[in-house]
Protein backbone atom coordinates (compact mmCIF):
# COMPACT_ATOMS: atom_id res chain seq x y z
CA UNK A 1 0.00 0.00 0.00
CA UNK A 2 1.54 3.31 -0.88
CA UNK A 3 2.36 5.32 2.14
CA UNK A 4 -0.25 8.29 1.14
CA UNK A 5 -3.07 6.11 0.76
CA UNK A 6 -2.48 3.79 3.59
CA UNK A 7 -2.96 7.48 5.70
CA UNK A 8 -6.95 7.12 4.16
CA UNK A 9 -9.10 6.53 7.27
CA UNK A 10 -10.82 3.17 6.84
CA UNK A 11 -12.31 2.43 3.65
CA UNK A 12 -9.64 -0.50 2.84
CA UNK A 13 -11.23 -1.06 -0.80
CA UNK A 14 -11.04 2.53 -1.73
CA UNK A 15 -7.06 2.11 -0.62
CA UNK A 16 -6.98 -0.69 -2.73
CA UNK A 17 -8.72 1.02 -5.65
CA UNK A 18 -6.33 4.04 -5.77
CA UNK A 19 -3.25 1.95 -5.25
CA UNK A 20 -4.06 -0.14 -8.45
CA UNK A 21 -4.70 2.54 -10.20
CA UNK A 22 -1.79 4.78 -9.17
CA UNK A 23 0.45 1.08 -10.25
CA UNK A 24 -1.05 0.77 -13.49
CA UNK A 25 -0.13 4.55 -14.18
CA UNK A 26 -3.32 4.75 -16.23
CA UNK A 27 -4.44 7.52 -14.22
CA UNK A 28 -8.14 8.93 -15.11
CA UNK A 29 -8.84 12.33 -15.88
CA UNK A 30 -11.96 12.80 -13.39
CA UNK A 31 -13.03 10.57 -10.37
CA UNK A 32 -16.56 10.52 -8.34
CA UNK A 33 -16.35 9.95 -4.91
CA UNK A 34 -19.48 9.36 -3.35
CA UNK A 35 -20.71 8.39 0.09
CA UNK A 36 -22.28 10.08 3.14
CA UNK A 37 -21.29 13.31 4.93
CA UNK A 38 -18.11 13.16 6.96
CA UNK A 39 -16.46 9.67 5.75
CA UNK A 40 -12.92 11.48 4.60
CA UNK A 41 -13.74 11.86 0.67
CA UNK A 42 -11.65 14.82 0.86
CA UNK A 43 -9.00 13.72 2.80
CA UNK A 44 -8.83 10.89 0.42
CA UNK A 45 -8.45 13.09 -2.02
CA UNK A 46 -5.75 15.51 -0.51
CA UNK A 47 -3.94 11.93 0.27
CA UNK A 48 -4.39 10.87 -3.48
CA UNK A 49 -2.67 14.43 -4.62
CA UNK A 50 0.09 13.95 -2.45
CA UNK A 51 0.76 10.37 -3.85
CA UNK A 52 0.43 11.40 -7.30
CA UNK A 53 3.12 14.09 -6.83
CA UNK A 54 5.26 12.47 -4.52
CA UNK A 55 8.78 12.67 -5.62
CA UNK A 56 11.28 9.68 -4.42
CA UNK A 57 14.37 11.68 -6.10
CA UNK A 58 13.89 15.30 -3.93
CA UNK A 59 11.99 14.08 -0.58
CA UNK A 60 12.52 18.21 0.35
CA UNK A 61 10.17 19.16 -3.03
CA UNK A 62 7.87 16.81 -2.03
CA UNK A 63 7.72 18.19 1.68
CA UNK A 64 6.89 21.60 0.37
CA UNK A 65 4.59 20.50 -2.28
CA UNK A 66 2.54 18.62 0.13
CA UNK A 67 2.57 21.82 2.24
CA UNK A 68 0.88 23.77 -0.18
CA UNK A 69 -1.60 20.14 -0.84
CA UNK A 70 -2.90 20.65 2.90
CA UNK A 71 -3.06 24.01 2.56
CA UNK A 72 -5.62 23.30 -0.74
CA UNK A 73 -3.18 26.13 -2.33
CA UNK A 74 -3.05 26.28 -6.08
CA UNK A 75 -1.24 25.63 -8.07
CA UNK A 76 -1.46 21.87 -6.93
CA UNK A 77 -5.25 22.09 -5.58
CA UNK A 78 -7.85 24.44 -7.06
CA UNK A 79 -10.55 23.80 -4.40
CA UNK A 80 -13.91 25.04 -5.34
CA UNK A 81 -17.01 24.82 -2.84
CA UNK A 82 -20.35 26.56 -2.01
CA UNK A 83 -19.93 30.02 -1.56
CA UNK A 84 -22.31 33.10 -0.63
CA UNK A 85 -23.88 35.44 -2.95
CA UNK A 86 -22.53 39.12 -3.07
CA UNK A 87 -24.73 42.28 -3.44
CA UNK A 88 -25.36 43.51 -6.87
CA UNK A 89 -23.29 39.80 -8.00
CA UNK A 90 -23.63 38.84 -11.66
CA UNK A 91 -22.42 35.24 -13.31
CA UNK A 92 -19.60 37.70 -14.93
CA UNK A 93 -18.20 38.62 -11.36
CA UNK A 94 -15.18 36.56 -10.41
CA UNK A 95 -16.12 34.13 -6.83
CA UNK A 96 -15.12 36.22 -4.39
CA UNK A 97 -15.43 39.95 -6.05
CA UNK A 98 -18.66 40.79 -4.42
CA UNK A 99 -18.41 39.54 -1.34
CA UNK A 100 -17.75 41.74 1.77
CA UNK A 101 -14.44 42.05 4.30
CA UNK A 102 -16.27 40.32 7.01
CA UNK A 103 -17.39 37.13 4.48
CA UNK A 104 -13.62 37.05 2.96
CA UNK A 105 -12.76 36.98 6.68
CA UNK A 106 -14.73 34.10 7.63
CA UNK A 107 -13.89 31.82 4.36
CA UNK A 108 -10.32 32.66 5.30
CA UNK A 109 -10.50 31.29 8.73
CA UNK A 110 -12.74 28.17 7.61
CA UNK A 111 -9.83 27.44 4.97
CA UNK A 112 -7.54 27.34 8.12
CA UNK A 113 -9.48 24.93 10.11
CA UNK A 114 -9.59 22.78 6.83
CA UNK A 115 -6.10 23.15 6.33
CA UNK A 116 -5.10 22.09 9.40
CA UNK A 117 -7.69 19.46 9.29
CA UNK A 118 -8.98 17.74 6.20
CA UNK A 119 -11.80 16.33 8.15
CA UNK A 120 -13.46 19.49 9.04
CA UNK A 121 -16.37 20.72 7.06
CA UNK A 122 -15.85 24.11 6.02
CA UNK A 123 -19.15 26.38 7.19
CA UNK A 124 -19.92 29.49 5.15
CA UNK A 125 -23.36 31.43 6.03
CA UNK A 126 -25.40 31.50 3.13
CA UNK A 127 -23.43 29.40 1.25
CA UNK A 128 -25.79 27.12 -0.59
CA UNK A 129 -24.79 26.72 -4.27
CA UNK A 130 -21.24 26.33 -6.40
CA UNK A 131 -21.56 29.36 -8.89
CA UNK A 132 -21.15 29.63 -12.14
CA UNK A 133 -18.10 32.01 -11.28
CA UNK A 134 -16.67 29.47 -9.55
CA UNK A 135 -16.80 26.91 -12.26
CA UNK A 136 -15.81 29.18 -14.71
CA UNK A 137 -13.04 30.20 -12.68
CA UNK A 138 -11.96 26.64 -13.54
CA UNK A 139 -10.22 28.10 -17.29
CA UNK A 140 -7.75 30.49 -15.54
CA UNK A 141 -6.31 28.15 -13.53
CA UNK A 142 -5.91 25.67 -16.56
CA UNK A 143 -4.53 28.74 -18.57
CA UNK A 144 -1.39 28.94 -16.52
CA UNK A 145 1.49 25.69 -17.87
CA UNK A 146 3.21 24.23 -14.99
CA UNK A 147 5.42 21.86 -16.26
CA UNK A 148 7.63 20.83 -12.89
CA UNK A 149 4.05 19.52 -11.83
CA UNK A 150 3.38 16.15 -12.30
CA UNK A 151 -0.44 16.67 -11.70
CA UNK A 152 -2.99 19.57 -10.27
CA UNK A 153 -6.05 18.56 -9.12
CA UNK A 154 -9.43 20.42 -9.63
CA UNK A 155 -11.49 19.36 -6.05
CA UNK A 156 -14.82 20.55 -5.89
CA UNK A 157 -16.72 19.77 -2.71
CA UNK A 158 -20.07 18.94 -2.24
CA UNK A 159 -20.60 18.90 -6.09
CA UNK A 160 -23.97 18.28 -5.56
CA UNK A 161 -24.83 21.70 -5.12
CA UNK A 162 -23.98 22.97 -8.53
CA UNK A 163 -26.50 24.03 -10.28
CA UNK A 164 -27.95 23.00 -13.94
CA UNK A 165 -25.78 26.11 -15.35
CA UNK A 166 -22.85 25.12 -13.22
CA UNK A 167 -22.92 21.42 -14.02
CA UNK A 168 -22.97 22.57 -18.26
CA UNK A 169 -20.16 24.87 -17.27
CA UNK A 170 -18.26 21.92 -15.85
CA UNK A 171 -18.95 19.27 -18.45
CA UNK A 172 -17.09 21.54 -21.33
CA UNK A 173 -14.13 21.16 -18.93
CA UNK A 174 -14.72 17.22 -18.37
CA UNK A 175 -14.71 16.60 -21.63
CA UNK A 176 -11.16 17.55 -23.04
CA UNK A 177 -9.32 17.95 -19.78
CA UNK A 178 -5.15 19.33 -19.97
CA UNK A 179 -2.77 16.66 -19.49
CA UNK A 180 -1.66 16.70 -16.04
CA UNK A 181 -5.21 17.67 -14.63
CA UNK A 182 -7.57 15.59 -12.70
CA UNK A 183 -10.95 16.53 -11.51
CA UNK A 184 -12.23 15.07 -8.00
CA UNK A 185 -15.66 15.45 -7.50
CA UNK A 186 -17.25 14.99 -3.71
CA UNK A 187 -20.51 14.19 -3.09
CA UNK A 188 -22.99 12.60 -0.25
CA UNK A 189 -26.02 12.89 -3.12
CA UNK A 190 -24.55 11.51 -6.95
CA UNK A 191 -28.07 11.47 -7.88
CA UNK A 192 -28.31 15.16 -7.90
CA UNK A 193 -25.65 15.57 -11.10
CA UNK A 194 -26.22 15.35 -14.59
CA UNK A 195 -25.70 11.77 -15.92
CA UNK A 196 -23.32 13.11 -18.43
CA UNK A 197 -20.85 14.06 -15.73
CA UNK A 198 -21.04 10.67 -13.92
CA UNK A 199 -20.23 8.99 -17.05
CA UNK A 200 -16.85 10.92 -17.07
CA UNK A 201 -15.85 9.98 -13.70
CA UNK A 202 -14.40 7.25 -12.28
CA UNK A 203 -16.56 6.19 -9.13
CA UNK A 204 -15.47 5.22 -5.68
CA UNK A 205 -17.49 4.87 -3.08
CA UNK A 206 -16.81 5.54 0.46
CA UNK A 207 -18.24 3.46 3.40
CA UNK A 208 -19.16 5.11 7.33
CA UNK A 209 -16.29 5.01 9.17
CA UNK A 210 -15.66 2.24 11.99
CA UNK A 211 -15.88 3.26 15.60
CA UNK A 212 -12.52 3.05 16.85
CA UNK A 213 -11.32 4.74 13.41
CA UNK A 214 -13.96 7.36 14.30
CA UNK A 215 -12.65 7.53 17.81
CA UNK A 216 -9.04 8.47 16.81
CA UNK A 217 -10.16 11.04 14.28
CA UNK A 218 -12.22 12.90 16.83
CA UNK A 219 -9.19 12.76 19.57
CA UNK A 220 -6.34 13.66 17.36
CA UNK A 221 -8.02 15.48 14.64
CA UNK A 222 -10.37 17.53 15.81
CA UNK A 223 -8.52 17.36 19.52
CA UNK A 224 -12.10 15.87 21.05
CA UNK A 225 -11.23 14.88 24.79
CA UNK A 226 -11.49 11.30 24.99
CA UNK A 227 -14.32 10.37 26.86
CA UNK A 228 -16.44 12.74 25.09
CA UNK A 229 -15.66 11.15 21.88
CA UNK A 230 -16.54 7.59 23.06
CA UNK A 231 -20.01 9.15 24.47
CA UNK A 232 -20.90 9.89 20.61
CA UNK A 233 -18.98 7.33 18.78
CA UNK A 234 -21.73 5.06 18.54
CA UNK A 235 -24.53 7.22 17.85
CA UNK A 236 -22.60 8.79 15.09
CA UNK A 237 -23.46 6.56 12.46
CA UNK A 238 -19.35 6.29 11.04
CA UNK A 239 -19.31 10.08 10.43
CA UNK A 240 -17.13 12.57 11.60
CA UNK A 241 -19.71 15.70 11.09
CA UNK A 242 -22.29 13.56 12.58
CA UNK A 243 -20.32 13.47 15.62
CA UNK A 244 -19.34 16.73 15.78
CA UNK A 245 -22.44 17.94 15.07
CA UNK A 246 -23.60 15.53 18.61
CA UNK A 247 -21.30 17.24 20.53
CA UNK A 248 -22.07 21.17 19.70
CA UNK A 249 -25.73 20.41 19.96
CA UNK A 250 -25.07 18.89 23.51
CA UNK A 251 -25.08 15.12 23.35
CA UNK A 252 -26.02 14.37 26.75
CA UNK A 253 -29.46 16.99 26.35
CA UNK A 254 -30.08 15.30 23.45
CA UNK A 255 -30.23 11.78 24.73
CA UNK A 256 -32.24 12.77 27.72
CA UNK A 257 -34.50 14.37 25.00
CA UNK A 258 -34.89 11.00 22.94
CA UNK A 259 -35.56 8.88 26.02
CA UNK A 260 -38.57 11.24 27.45
CA UNK A 261 -39.93 11.78 23.58
CA UNK A 262 -39.94 7.91 23.79
CA UNK A 263 -41.79 7.89 27.36
CA UNK A 264 -43.94 10.58 26.44
CA UNK A 265 -44.84 9.54 23.18
CA UNK A 266 -45.44 5.73 24.30
CA UNK A 267 -47.57 7.09 27.41
CA UNK A 268 -50.25 8.99 24.82
CA UNK A 269 -48.72 12.46 27.00
CA UNK A 270 -48.42 14.64 23.35
CA UNK A 271 -48.58 17.59 25.14
CA UNK A 272 -45.42 16.72 27.11
CA UNK A 273 -43.89 15.07 24.30
CA UNK A 274 -44.23 18.32 22.32
CA UNK A 275 -42.65 20.45 24.82
CA UNK A 276 -39.43 18.60 24.44
CA UNK A 277 -39.13 20.04 21.34
CA UNK A 278 -40.32 23.88 21.89
CA UNK A 279 -37.14 25.00 21.95
CA UNK A 280 -36.21 23.79 18.77
CA UNK A 281 -39.38 24.84 17.05
CA UNK A 282 -38.91 28.18 18.55
CA UNK A 283 -35.34 28.50 17.31
CA UNK A 284 -36.50 26.62 13.61
CA UNK A 285 -33.45 24.18 14.89
CA UNK A 286 -33.61 21.77 11.87
CA UNK A 287 -30.27 20.25 13.00
CA UNK A 288 -31.29 19.48 16.34
CA UNK A 289 -34.40 18.00 15.35
CA UNK A 290 -32.67 15.73 12.85
CA UNK A 291 -30.14 14.80 15.12
CA UNK A 292 -33.05 13.47 18.00
CA UNK A 293 -34.81 11.63 15.19
CA UNK A 294 -31.16 10.25 14.44
CA UNK A 295 -31.14 8.77 18.00
CA UNK A 296 -34.73 8.13 18.44
CA UNK A 297 -34.13 5.56 15.18
CA UNK A 298 -30.89 4.09 16.80
CA UNK A 299 -33.59 3.38 20.10
CA UNK A 300 -35.65 1.54 17.84
CA UNK A 301 -33.18 -0.62 16.13
CA UNK A 302 -31.32 -1.36 19.43
CA UNK A 303 -35.26 -2.65 20.71
CA UNK A 304 -34.93 -4.64 18.05
CA UNK A 305 -31.60 -6.24 18.52
CA UNK A 306 -32.90 -6.58 22.49
CA UNK A 307 -36.23 -8.35 21.13
CA UNK A 308 -34.98 -11.13 19.22
CA UNK A 309 -31.93 -11.61 21.96
CA UNK A 310 -28.89 -10.39 19.47
CA UNK A 311 -25.52 -10.65 21.71
CA UNK A 312 -24.60 -7.37 20.19
CA UNK A 313 -23.64 -3.56 22.28
CA UNK A 314 -26.45 -1.68 22.63
CA UNK A 315 -26.52 1.69 22.00
CA UNK A 316 -28.48 3.21 24.69
CA UNK A 317 -26.75 0.54 27.24
CA UNK A 318 -27.15 3.41 30.14
CA UNK A 319 -30.86 3.24 29.07
CA UNK A 320 -31.57 -0.34 28.94
CA UNK A 321 -34.35 -0.09 31.24
CA UNK A 322 -36.25 1.39 28.25
CA UNK A 323 -35.79 -1.14 26.73
CA UNK A 324 -37.28 -3.57 28.85
CA UNK A 325 -39.97 -1.62 29.99
CA UNK A 326 -41.57 -1.49 26.66
CA UNK A 327 -40.63 -5.25 25.50
CA UNK A 328 -42.42 -6.13 28.72
CA UNK A 329 -45.60 -3.79 28.08
CA UNK A 330 -45.51 -4.36 23.78
CA UNK A 331 -43.73 -7.29 23.29
CA UNK A 332 -45.24 -6.92 19.55
CA UNK A 333 -44.67 -3.39 18.65
CA UNK A 334 -43.40 -3.63 15.08
CA UNK A 335 -40.89 -0.82 15.14
CA UNK A 336 -39.14 -1.00 11.32
CA UNK A 337 -42.41 0.81 9.63
CA UNK A 338 -42.34 3.62 12.07
CA UNK A 339 -38.38 3.58 11.68
CA UNK A 340 -38.56 4.17 8.03
CA UNK A 341 -41.23 6.57 8.62
CA UNK A 342 -39.27 8.79 10.67
CA UNK A 343 -36.02 8.90 8.46
CA UNK A 344 -38.34 9.80 5.53
CA UNK A 345 -39.76 12.73 7.60
CA UNK A 346 -36.36 13.57 8.32
CA UNK A 347 -35.72 13.77 5.06
CA UNK A 348 -38.11 15.78 3.97
CA UNK A 349 -36.37 19.08 5.62
CA UNK A 350 -34.77 19.99 3.29
CA UNK A 351 -37.90 20.87 1.07
CA UNK A 352 -38.59 23.07 3.90
CA UNK A 353 -41.53 21.02 5.35
CA UNK A 354 -43.19 22.66 8.00
CA UNK A 355 -41.91 21.64 11.36
CA UNK A 356 -45.00 21.79 13.76
CA UNK A 357 -46.48 19.47 11.34
CA UNK A 358 -43.08 17.22 11.22
CA UNK A 359 -42.63 17.15 15.03
CA UNK A 360 -46.11 16.13 15.47
CA UNK A 361 -45.99 13.31 12.80
CA UNK A 362 -43.26 11.78 15.13
CA UNK A 363 -44.85 12.00 18.12
CA UNK A 364 -48.06 10.52 16.24
CA UNK A 365 -45.87 7.28 15.03
CA UNK A 366 -43.97 6.48 17.81
CA UNK A 367 -47.41 6.28 19.80
CA UNK A 368 -48.51 4.15 17.43
CA UNK A 369 -46.37 1.57 18.56
CA UNK A 370 -48.28 0.83 21.92
CA UNK A 371 -51.64 0.87 20.57
CA UNK A 372 -54.12 -2.48 21.39
Sequence with gaps: ???????????????????????????????????????????????????????????????SVFSLIDNLSEPYIKYILPLPRGKSETEQNDPYEKLTEDEIDQINLEFKKKSK??????????????????????????????????????????????????????????????????????????????????????????????????????????????????????????????????????????????????????????HSALLEFEEMLSESDVTRIKLVITMIIIWLNDYQKYRFIERGRFYFLKQIETLEKFNSKFPDADVSEVANKLDHISSTFRNNINLNIAVSNIIFQLSKLTYS
Design 117 to 270: NHYYKVQIPRANLIKISSIRDIKRFLSFNYEDIKFRIILISQAHLMNEESQNALLKNLEEPPEGVIFILCTSAPEKLRETIRSRCWKINFQPLEDNELLSILIEEFEIESSIAKEVVSFSGGSTQTAISLIENNFEDLLDKTIKILRYSFGKKY
Design 1 to 63: MSIYIDEIAGNDKVKIILSNILQSGNIPHAFLFTGADGVGKENAALCFTKELNHSKENQDKSK
